[in-house]
């Protein structure tokens, strides 16, 4: 799984031009879902961005984490956090999971974040979508599953991504 994780002020996501999810101070976290991923990764990624100590505290030092700030999340799919660019001009975005099993495991990831979370805004995944947000600081940080744990193997020893 891939995540781009920005520090906001406030978060919105449109379709259709009807808002469908928000999120006041917190993280905006766009999440990718690929081939190999499966809900360890998310479980993984998650404990991750919990506590992961980028909101200041009183000094104006980033010390505190979204569980100190009792922030809130917007979680929004985004399969192109997966694009390969390294041919041609076109991404191919074959790197992505099937939309069938990335919906399952976004749906996942959200459920995991709302025992941790007050409030979860969520995307609708697979719409065309409009996101909306105050970038606080600006602070953005991209995660990926495998740089936290290594890449996975198979049986047969080889990593699963290769």
């Not at 690929?34 to 961005?49: N, R, S, V, Y």
């Amino acid at each position: 799984m891939r995540v781009v994780i920005q520090r906001v002020r406030s978060a919105s996501v449109e379709v259709a031009g009807e808002v469908v999810g928000s999120c006041a101070q917190g993280y905006l976290i766009l999440l990718g879902v690929g081939h190999d991923d499966d809900e360890a990764c998310a479980q993984t990624l998650w404990d991750k961005i919990l506590h992961l100590r980028i909101f200041e505290d009183e000094t104006g030092k980033v010390n505190l984490s979204l569980a100190d700030v009792d922030g809130e999340v917007l979680v929004v799919s985004q399969f192109t956090l997966f694009a390969d660019c390294r041919r041609g001009r076109r991404p191919s975005f074959t790197d992505a999971a099937a939309p069938s099993v990335a919906k399952e495991l976004y749906e996942h990831f959200c459920a995991i974040a709302q025992r941790d979370v007050r409030h979860v805004g969520r995307g609708v995944f697979g719409s065309n979508m409009q996101v909306a947000l105050v970038n606080d600081g600006p602070f953005t940080i991209c995660l990926d599953s495998d740089e936290l744990t290594g890449p996975r193997r198979r049986g047969d020893g080889t990593k699963a991504n290769e």
